[in-house]
């Protein structure tokens, strides 16, 4: 027994060291009240040097929007507040083929994934509220997809607005 359970620690310690993702939300002081009132929201493109992945964060954030109620406006004139966001990519170097192979399945790009994105909800020019999600490569670490981590950053955003 006492072998077993440290062989289900030093899985458990395996397991964990994986991929550390963090998140965060962020309302100006001030602003809540404003937040519980969005009815519209105009989705930019979002900052990012894939426009493929960036289309698809754009579109994921879109599919989080539409079930809490809040209209999606094709032009930033008649929408409450404005989406804008980034995407940051890393790029580290690889020993297995196996995890090149990963990698490339989450970016595109042999050795590169997103690890970052970034979410504003401007009102004008003032940024009222902001979420963002972030992975850091550890050992043994398969990345979260671009939609992942945007799901995951969307997720956030609609907890903000109170949806």
Sequence with gaps: MKYFKLFMFCCLLTFLDGCATTGTSNIQQGKESELSQISSVAVEPFMSSD????????????EMLIPSGVKIMNTKTNADVVVQGSITFSNDAVTSAGATRNYA???????????????????????????SETQVRTSMWIPDPAEVMARKAGNRIRKMIGR
């Design 51 to 62: 426009a493929v992945i960036a289309e698809a964060v754009r579109n994921t954030i879109i």
């Design 105 to 131: 399945a989450a970016v595109g790009t042999a050795g590169g994934y997103v690890s970052g994105i970034t979410i504003r909800l401007l009102k004008g020019d003032e940024i009222i509220a902001a979420a």
